[in-house]
């Protein structure tokens, strides 16, 4: 699977912003998708997660209620849309695809393949 982010870019505090992430080479309805996202000097943290179908969602904490993500299966695509932005929300923000079980769906090593990254940059 290839995942290919976009999206990302300069936005001021409160504001909002949509990622997307297209994929293609395989079964896109097959996967789970993730985002996760990395600041400078940071590890790769978990922002959400989507299954296979769209059914169940899993947000981080510190993005509930602003941040939800979507996906599209007929286009292999999978949105983040970020709302409210924090300046903490900096980050180069990166799509992941594989089959985590419930217990790994938060975790970097719940995926297999990951697209390129995309940054955001969020002004205060």
């Known amino acids: 699977v290839q995942l290919q982010a976009s999206g990302g870019g300069l936005v001021q505090a409160g504001g909002s912003l949509r990622l997307s992430c297209a994929a293609s080479?395989?079964?896109?309805?097959?996967?789970?998708l993730g985002w996760f996202r990395q600041a400078p000097g940071k590890e790769r943290e978990f922002v959400v997660a989507?299954?296979?179908?769209?059914?169940?969602?899993y947000y981080a904490d510190s993005v509930k209620g602003r941040f939800a993500v979507s996906r599209d299966n007929a286009k292999n695509t999978v949105y983040l849309q970020m709302n409210s932005l924090k300046s903490e929300a900096t980050a180069v923000y990166y799509c992941?695809?594989?089959?985590?079980?419930?217990?790994?769906?938060?975790?970097?090593?719940?995926?297999?393949?990951w697209g390129q990254g995309t940054q955001v940059t969020v002004s205060s």
């Open positions: 989507v299954r296979p179908t769209g059914g169940r969602t």
């Open positions: 992941a695809a594989g089959r985590p079980i419930l217990s790994t769906v938060d975790l970097i090593r719940g995926y297999t393949y």
């Open positions: 080479g395989d079964t896109f309805s097959a996967y789970g």
